[in-house]
């Protein structure tokens, strides 16, 4: 075989990625439920894995060819397709031993359509993985994000889980039976209401009875870094949909203590932005300047949409 | 029938510490089978289609003073479990280094007994510790089962002696932890693992659904009985084909068993062997593990310990 059949014949991508624990966890964090379908595509830029649920949630995994020690891409257009996201965190999972630095190489396509992993930091110890793909049968939606108004709705919070976990703890202190408490706000709504002046964000679940948090910028800057709001709008979102844009990021995400930025866009779209280290999780970290932020080249992405609920 | 012993500090340490934090891994219930020179561990040796698994000790590494009599031979046998012995023997040990004075002072008996408990009218079984501590002494009641009777020590020797035979190829894992650490992860992804070990030193694991192949290969590694030169073109080639090919040249067996089982079989870690072996009996009865014991401070092996374990296997696969 002469060395251009074989270059014609190079998978879509092959890369290669010090940092395994960094990509499960950042995968981790849309792994709202046990079996998940998920759409992988491709580009030059880099790898955007996409989770969706109901047709009103949707999170998006932006890995950028950044992240990679080693990103060739061949392919023309954006190849994509559909895999497991169970499996794939399960089996990247696997690979990453702690105390060890684990490099790994992944390839797409193998010979029949896999996604092949394998290690290849070690010449006598090498794990390996081929994970079958599907094409992707639906075309997700596209979310086409847009400001509501002039300037963007959004406000930044620490630990975007603060508010809701401490609305369920409120409501349990209130006397309401814990299971009855989840049940009804798993069918339920949670409604957020942002204003401008007091600059505040109000957090209202209903059930059998009310229950209201109201957050002002001023008195929670601990808590909320960044507001910013010119008129005031109040849009509902199903609980467990929220509850699944914050609570599946891993502990070590939390600890680490970005902000969490929520922005609201027209229609009410509700947009949540993580951002999740894929540093190498070394003693030191190299890629922390001297201003304590990591490269930007470290970081994954990582956005869930929610659509609001429409009055009736 | 009667069994009589004194526990030496370093069995008791054996015990607590190592063996039976292992042996509890393993399973609730094990059967304790004393003979003249050894006390036995058995798991699932009877019954069950459970990990087989075997810690033999002889007297002299566990007791001194080792009084034992029956009428089958001085052989007793009895099921007990594991988590209240291993109780007993550390609530022994802390009234022990609580008011110990000295290596005699302290000294840990053990002895079959059968009492009456209260709101029984029949006397039972136990296997009772006694603690002589400097002012105190505890007792500690084990519950036993019945002795087994003649027929049943017949067959649980017999089964213990149709579990020694020895792989003919086996392959030493140096880093049992970097093992244990894959397959608990593997576990999330199926249930059946496929063991292949070649002649070459390879020892190659590996889930296969119809979703998923998740498979490690350790290569290199030291080989004990059968061996071969690994053919160099294999070099190249990727793990599943090198297992494929090295089985077809009858260089390789592999098996199929439970990964919750292989995963069981590595907490014997907890026993601190030095070395541990796998290899697949011959007809591919079972895959065996063998865990080796040094003379502490030598690289010599330690013969009065011996520990191993028998994983049933699913398929009887190629062989």
């Given amino acids: 075989m002469s060395s251009s059949a074989v270059e014609a014949e190079a998978p879509d991508l092959v890369c290669q990625l010090d940092s395994v624990q960094g990509m499960v966890d950042a995968l981790s964090a849309v792994r709202w439920k046990r079996h998940q379908d998920a759409v992988v595509e491709l580009s030059e830029h880099g790898v955007v894995l996409i989770v969706e649920d109901t047709g009103c949630l949707q999170a998006k995994v932006y890995l950028q060819r950044e992240l990679f020690v080693r990103y060739e891409y061949h392919a023309e257009g954006r190849p994509r397709f559909g895999v497991s996201l169970g499996l794939f965190v399960d089996c990247l999972n696997s690979f990453s031993a702690p105390g060890r630095s684990s490099m790994i190489e992944i390839q797409y396509p193998g010979p029949d359509m896999q996604l092949l992993i394998k290690s290849v930091d070690s010449l006598d110890a090498c794990i390996y993985a081929e994970i079958r793909t599907r094409i992707p049968d639906t075309i997700s939606w596209d979310y086409n994000f847009e400001p509501a108004g002039s300037t963007p709705l959004t406000f930044t919070v620490k630990l975007f889980q603060t508010p809701l976990l401490s609305s369920i703890k409120k409501m349990i202190l209130h006397g309401w039976n814990v299971h009855f408490c989840f049940k009804i706000l798993l069918g339920s709504s949670i409604q957020i209401n942002l204003q401008p002046d007091p600059p505040c964000i109000t957090f209202k679940g209903e059930g059998h009875g009310d229950l209201q948090i109201d957050f002002t910028y001023y008195v929670n800057t601990d808590l909320v870094i960044a507001f910013h709001c010119d008129c005031q709008v109040s849009y509902r979102y199903k609980y467990k949909f929220l509850r699944a844009t914050t609570s599946n990021l891993p502990s070590s995400v939390i600890k680490d203590n970005r902000g969490s930025k929520l922005t609201i866009g027209r229609g009410g779209m509700l947009k949540v932005q993580h951002l999740v280290s894929v540093a190498r999780s070394a003693t030191s970290h190299p890629h922390i300047d001297s201003a304590g932020h990591q490269q930007p080249s470290r970081i994954a992405y990582i956005e869930f949409f929610v659509k609001s609920e429409v009055d009736e | 029938?009667?069994?009589?012993?004194?526990?030496?500090?370093?069995?008791?340490?054996?015990?607590?510490?190592?063996?039976?934090?292992?042996?509890?891994?393993?399973?609730?219930?094990?059967?304790?089978?004393?003979?003249?020179?050894?006390?036995?561990?058995?798991?699932?040796?009877?019954?069950?289609?459970?990990?087989?698994?075997?810690?033999?000790?002889?007297?002299?590494?566990?007791?001194?003073?080792?009084?034992?009599?029956?009428?089958?031979?001085?052989?007793?046998?009895?099921?007990?479990?594991?988590?209240?012995?291993?109780?007993?023997?550390?609530?022994?040990?802390?009234?022990?280094?609580?008011?110990?004075?000295?290596?005699?002072?302290?000294?840990?008996?053990?002895?079959?007994?059968?009492?009456?408990?209260?709101?029984?009218?029949?006397?039972?079984?136990?296997?009772?510790?006694?603690?002589?501590?400097?002012?105190?002494?505890?007792?500690?009641?084990?519950?036993?089962?019945?002795?087994?009777?003649?027929?049943?020590?017949?067959?649980?020797?017999?089964?213990?002696?149709?579990?020694?035979?020895?792989?003919?190829?086996?392959?030493?894992?140096?880093?049992?932890?970097?093992?244990?650490?894959?397959?608990?992860?593997?576990?999330?992804?199926?249930?059946?693992?496929?063991?292949?070990?070649?002649?070459?030193?390879?020892?190659?694991?590996?889930?296969?659904?119809?979703?998923?192949?998740?498979?490690?290969?350790f290569r290199k590694l030291l080989v004990i009985g059968e061996q071969a030169e690994a053919p160099s073109d294999d070099r190249n080639q990727s793990a599943q084909t090198r297992s494929e090919r090295a089985i077809s040249r009858g260089d390789a067996q592999r098996v199929q068993v439970s990964v919750k089982h292989f995963s069981r079989s590595l907490h014997c870690h907890l026993a601190k062997p030095d070395c541990t072996f796998y290899g697949i009996a011959p007809h591919g009865s079972c895959?065996?593990?063998?865990?080796?014991?040094?003379?502490?401070?030598?690289?010599?092996?330690?013969?009065?310990?011996?520990?191993?374990?028998?994983?049933?296997?699913?398929?009887?696969?190629?062989?």
């Fill in chain 2, 287 to 319: 895959l065996t593990v063998i865990f080796q014991f040094f003379i502490p401070g030598t690289h010599q092996t330690d013969k009065s310990i011996s520990l191993h374990c028998r994983l049933p296997v699913l398929d009887p696969g190629s062989s």
């Fill in chain 2, 1 to 217: 029938m009667k069994f009589k012993a004194f526990l030496t500090e370093h069995g008791v340490n054996l015990l607590e510490r190592r063996f039976l934090p292992a042996l509890d891994k393993m399973g609730k219930i094990c059967h304790l089978f004393l003979t003249r020179d050894h006390a036995i561990f058995l798991h699932n040796l009877l019954n069950g289609d459970g990990v087989q698994c075997i810690a033999q000790f002889r007297k002299e590494a566990l007791f001194d003073d080792y009084r034992i009599s029956s009428q089958n031979e001085d052989r007793i046998a009895f099921a007990i479990d594991v988590s209240l012995l291993l109780r007993a023997v550390r609530s022994s040990v802390s009234i022990c280094t609580e008011f110990g004075n000295g290596p005699s002072a302290n000294r840990l008996q053990i002895k079959l007994v059968k009492k009456l408990p209260l709101n029984c009218t029949q006397p039972m079984p136990f296997l009772t510790f006694e603690t002589k501590g400097y002012k105190s002494a505890v007792i500690q009641d084990v519950p036993i089962s019945k002795p087994l009777s003649r027929a049943q020590v017949l067959e649980l020797q017999t089964a213990l002696e149709l579990a020694q035979d020895i792989p003919r190829t086996l392959v030493q894992v140096p880093d049992s932890n970097q093992l244990q650490n894959f397959v608990e992860r593997m576990k999330q992804v199926g249930d059946l693992l496929n063991v292949s070990i070649s002649k070459y030193g390879d020892l190659h694991v590996q889930i296969s659904t119809t979703l998923i192949t998740l498979g490690a290969e």
